[in-house]
């Protein structure tokens, strides 16, 4: 099945007004009184938790009321309506297409809203490899990094092997790697991003959203947007880092979300020969290296010393 | 008179009772570390204090944003990382990640006059 990736998170928030905010200081931009999104269309729609309009929430407090999948064309929305003759499938007002899985979660289909409006990815200059446009500075102090597209969600799940069987069976997703005992991280066909959903084995009582994010053009955004997310206050759960499964760059933030919003950069693209790997979780398997951020700095008091 | 004084030196002064408004809380960094190391609730006229630290993994802060330690109502604590809810009077997690687990309670003493002072040695022994 032709399914690209998330194009929408719907969120029920507690507070309105810090998530709004938090999302516009995170870098996405208001369309509308609901709807922020980032530089191709992609993004969250953020309502208050007793908004009308919203799907039922979970039992277990989690803010996630829908994930809403791009799809390629209408034949896709065709096949995903014909596959799941087991279960209402809702026609909604905009042609999209609303389903709960079999977790429990609301999910939606719609034909894509991405756009190919993002920018180049970061481009660095090796010995012999230049890639950067000649006389073109790679950082400034002015840059303000933009938030491109819409990336990944990861669950918290009752049962990760029936999460992975039911995107694999029921919607062609593809496991490209695994955390033993914890969960796989699945692309969708129409996608070569290293993951598009990781799902995360965990109590009932906690069945939600771990953290989302969104692709950034590359490591230095991913920093310098991190950075200005610490200079107005915000608390940084982990990183920056680079993961190894995937080999994003990654930086986590708390959120008024109710779980984690990361930004994250340059990931691994795969095809059908990938073979997949799998690894205990655990600090020396999650991340290449892990940084902390620190106040500018610089040797010397202020100024020039030799 | 040299006890009193002593003990006055063995304590850290965190501020009076009136810089807290009600159902509000504030967090504290006192050795400039860039991060809150503990908190103080005021709810219902009655202080409590913990340290800054989510028994989910029992490594990471609470707050999205410094000092947001409460949620919208003024009701629970939060750990905004997967918003876990914490009871403020007991610490005791009553939804999320670490269901049943408790915040650990730092102890503050306030005086007559509604001064708030930490104990150096609380501040070492929880590692504050
Ligand atoms: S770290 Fe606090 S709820 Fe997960
Ligand atoms: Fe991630």
Partial sequence: MNIIGPDKLIWGVEDLAAAKQFAVDYGLTPQNEHYYSALDGTGIEIRAKDDKSLPAALT?????????????????????????????????????????????????????????????????????????EINQPGVTKTDVPRVQSLSHVVYFVPDSVKAEAFFANRLGFVTTDRFTGVGPFMRPAATQDH????????????????????????????????????????QSFWGPGRHLFGSNWFWYFKSPFGCNMEYDADMDQHDESWQGREAMIG????????????EKWAPGPGGPKP | MVQSLKLTMNKIFLGVIDDFAEEQAKGFDLNHSGSDTFFIVRSKNKLFAYKDSCPHYGDTTLPWKRHHYLNNVAEYIVCAAHGALFQIENGKCIQGPCLGQKLTKVPIEISEQNEIWIDQTIIKEFNL
Avoid: W
């Fill in chain 1, 60 to 132: 277990t407090g989690s803010m996630l009321r829908k994930t809403v999948y791009g799809v390629k064309d209408q034949a896709t929305l065709d096949a995903i309506k014909a596959e799941f003759t087991d279960r209402e499938v809702k026609v909604l007002a905009d042609g999209s297409l609303e389903l709960v899985d079999d977790m429990g979660f609301v999910l939606g289909f719609q034909i894509t809203i991405r756009t190919t409006n993002t920018e180049k990815a970061e481009r660095i200059n090796a010995p012999g490899d230049v890639n950067r």
């Fill in chain 1, 195 to 234: 993951h598009t959903i990781f799902f995360i084995q965990a109590p009932a009582f906690m069945q939600g959203c771990e953290h989302f994010t969104f692709h950034m053009a590359g490591p230095t955004d991913v920093v310098q947007a991190g950075t200005n997310m610490v200079n107005k206050g915000y």
């Fill in chain 1, 283 to 294: 600090p020396d398997n999650s991340q290449a290296f892990l940084l902390q951020y620190r």
